[in-house]
């Protein structure tokens, strides 16, 4: 099995101790992975008193790109405006699904202008709360982005003019794979010490070749139709009510 890595909720108020604790683990092992850049942080969640912020936000960010780190858009605001799954059902809740297409074309085209002006072009989006709906994938392909960070499968597929790159349905079930490639999802803001030794464990297994987003983004894409989609929607609804139960 072939695993890369996806690092959420980039921002310049972000916990950057713990970026930079997980990004030596990633450089110990040689793993260059997607970053998730939100161009307009407002998210209180996401914001932190922790030393170590570069000076450069931007700088930093284009010098993670030269060192073979792959970018994508991580929404907007990262604000969630409404209740909805939308077409990954994985959360109940969204910054883009329910919302009208000339918003969600409006908030594209802005953090697009912001990332553009910190020098960083990408063709990449990863929606927060990987919630977005049709709405959504229209307006991603009238603005100039090629892929969407979501989805669960083996290997990158095709679906209504968009390529999708899956992520781990679940961890574990992912490892015992033989073969296919997926993408473990990480947010470095909640990264533990302890969590450290145990993703430190995962990079050591014989059985899972760690690589690069790059090398992910080279893979061909399969066409995925309505069987898969309906597949995948079950998929990430049925994980959203286990985690709703277990949460209590």
Same mark, same amino acid.
């Given at each position: 099995?072939?695993?890369? +890595?996806?690092?959420?909720?980039?921002? @310049?108020?972000?916990?950057?101790?713990?970026?930079?604790?997980?990004?030596?683990?990633?450089?110990?092992?040689?793993?260059?992975?997607?970053?998730? +850049?939100?161009?307009?942080?407002?998210?209180?969640?996401?914001?932190?008193?922790?030393?170590?912020? @570069?000076?450069?936000?931007?700088?930093?960010?284009? $010098?993670? =790109?030269?060192?073979?780190?792959?970018?994508?858009?991580?929404?907007?605001?990262?604000?969630?405006?409404?209740?909805?799954?939308?077409?990954?059902?994985?959360?109940?809740?969204?910054?883009?699904?329910?919302?009208?297409?000339?918003?969600?074309?409006?908030?594209?085209?802005?953090? *697009?202008?912001?990332?553009?002006?910190?020098?960083?072009?990408?063709?990449?989006?990863?929606?927060?709360?990987?919630?977005?709906?049709?709405?959504?994938?229209?307006?991603?392909?009238?603005?100039?982005?090629?892929?969407?960070?979501?989805?669960?499968?083996?290997? @990158?597929?095709?679906?209504?003019?968009? =390529?999708?790159?899956?992520?781990?349905?679940?961890?574990?079930?992912?490892?015992?794979?033989?073969?296919?490639?997926?993408?473990?999802?990480?947010?470095?803001?909640?990264?533990? =010490?302890?969590?450290?030794?145990?993703?430190?464990?995962?990079?050591?297994?014989?059985? +899972? $070749?760690?690589?690069?987003?790059?090398?992910?983004?080279?893979? @061909?894409?399969?066409?995925?139709?309505?069987?898969?989609?309906?597949?995948?929607?079950?998929?990430?609804?049925?994980?959203?009510?286990?985690?709703?139960? *277990?949460?209590?």
């Amino acid at each position: 099995m072939r695993i890369t +890595v996806r690092l959420d909720d980039i921002t @310049p108020d972000m916990d950057w101790e713990r970026f930079y604790r997980f990004k030596a683990l990633l450089d110990k092992y040689q793993i260059k992975p997607l970053i998730g +850049v939100v161009p307009d942080n407002r998210d209180e969640n996401l914001r932190a008193k922790a030393q170590g912020a @570069p000076e450069d936000f931007w700088a930093c960010i284009r $010098q993670l =790109r030269d060192q073979g780190w792959q970018i994508a858009m991580h929404g907007f605001r990262h604000i969630y405006a409404t209740k909805k799954g939308g077409l990954f059902p994985l959360n109940d809740f969204s910054e883009f699904a329910g919302l009208p297409f000339e918003e969600q074309r409006r908030m594209l085209l802005e953090g *697009k202008r912001i990332l553009e002006e910190g020098g960083i072009r990408t063709e990449l989006f990863m929606a927060p709360a990987h919630s977005y709906d049709g709405n959504t994938i229209r307006a991603l392909k009238e603005t100039g982005f090629k892929g969407l960070t979501d989805g669960f499968g083996d290997g @990158p597929y095709e679906w209504r003019g968009l =390529r999708f790159y899956p992520i781990s349905f679940k961890l574990s079930r992912t490892f015992r794979k033989k073969s296919g490639y997926s993408t473990m999802v990480i947010h470095t803001g909640t990264v533990s =010490r302890d969590d450290l030794e145990r993703y430190e464990g995962y990079f050591r297994r014989e059985d +899972v $070749q760690w690589i690069s987003y790059e090398e992910y983004l080279g893979q @061909p894409a399969a066409k995925r139709g309505a069987a898969g989609r309906i597949k995948e929607f079950l998929m990430a609804k049925g994980k959203y009510l286990i985690g709703k139960m *277990k949460g209590g």
